[in-house]
């Protein structure tokens, strides 16, 4: 079996492949304060849970945009697994060609949507992949797995923040897609205009690319 891991700037993504099925899936909050046998510890426990036997994870690739927390999980693995991690970044082979000004500035979590994607779905077309994270993240990537281009906007949850934060009247909404764009309240009001204010930047994007 092998352990990956997606470790984002707001959530931690922990999946268990045997072969080609995947067994098990978790999330946890990422902490860059949290130390190597905590992780370990939470990773042990949620295994059990599923009845998932350690032992039998022989291998374990590590996909991070954070690198205090990569670090820790690295030393977790080694720790608690007994395993060198593969560490997704530059000098790996990906089976993608990253053809940037800058190839190593290239995040680990867009590299790897980009591998699934082109993987799983490309069937020798080009496609754009888009992200919602804490950024969200538009890729081109072309029918031979050459990537050369990506756009950069802020997430829906910074852009619902910065109202809330960056304001001293309008209160902290919960994000959800209001009954009409046009909004008779504040909190609706600001729900439109994320919700579909957000729906018009992916669609404008898309058309200009």
Do not use: C
């Amino acid at each position: 079996m092998i352990l990956v891991v997606d470790i984002g700037n707001t959530n931690i993504l922990i999946g268990v492949y045997e072969g080609n099925e995947l067994v098990g899936n978790w999330k946890m909050i990422t902490k860059n304060e949290k130390t190597s046998d905590e992780y370990g510890i939470s990773i042990l426990n949620l295994l059990s849970y599923s009845n998932i036997d350690h032992k039998k994870i022989k291998s374990a690739i590590v996909s991070s945009v954070v690198p205090n927390v990569m670090h820790s999980f690295e030393n977790t693995l080694k720790k608690y697994f007994n395993i060198e991690p593969i560490v997704v970044g530059p000098g790996v082979k990906t089976g993608i060609t990253i053809m940037t000004e800058n190839p190593k500035e290239v995040g680990a979590d867009r590299i790897v949507g980009l591998v699934a994607a082109h993987e799983l779905y490309s069937k020798g077309h080009a496609m754009i992949v888009i992200s919602f994270g804490t950024a969200t993240t538009y890729d081109v990537i072309n029918e031979r797995g050459e990537y050369k281009y990506g756009i950069t906007s802020p997430g829906i949850q910074i852009s619902a923040e910065a109202l809330w934060q960056r304001t001293a009247q309008l209160p902290k909404i919960e994000i959800k897609k209001p009954d009409s764009i046009l909004a008779k309240n504040t909190v609706t009001s600001m729900q439109a205009g994320l919700i579909y204010g957000y729906i018009g930047q992916v669609e404008y994007i898309i058309k200009k690319i």
